[in-house]
């Protein structure tokens, strides 16, 4: 009987204050994780947008064609080569926004590790931090 009553006081953790915040703190970078990954699948799009414009804009055979090119809500015309510096220069924005998204998530993830490690030491088996995968 004294093995039984230690196996349910094994089971029966207690949950502080600084637990329920653990739990809450890797709930939300967990939800902060999924935003990110979203977003950096949004943004990986994107290079290849704007290299077609590159490859449609080496296509035309009028060198002094001037090109719109939109900035903010307004479009503004500029030369072809002009142009294609300044889609250049936005591809090379994006990668830096694409790498600076991934280091976030990286380092989200090191936290969350290390919170997944003091969880489960305090709780075992009672709590469940893997995702679903539904």
Not at 67 to 84: A, C, L, M, N, W
Not at 98 to 113: G, H, N, P, Y
Request: glycine residues 2%.
């Amino acid at each position: 009987m004294t093995a039984l009553m230690r196996k349910v006081a094994a089971e029966d953790v207690n949950v502080t204050f600084e637990d329920q915040q653990k739990i809450s703190k890797f709930a939300q970078n967990t939800s902060r994780i999924s935003e990110l990954k979203e977003e950096i699948d949004v943004k990986k799009k994107q290079p290849q947008n704007l290299e077609d414009a590159c490859d449609n804009i080496m296509l035309a055979d009028d060198n002094f064609i001037m090109i719109p090119y939109q900035v903010g809500d307004i479009f503004i015309s500029h030369s072809q080569e002009k142009t294609q510096e300044m889609l250049e220069d936005a591809k090379k924005d994006l990668q830096e926004e694409i790498d600076t998204l991934e280091s976030r998530v990286k380092s989200i993830q090191w936290v969350l590790a290390d919170l997944k490690v003091q969880l489960y030491v305090k709780s075992g088996r009672n709590i469940n931090l893997e995702a679903d995968e539904s």
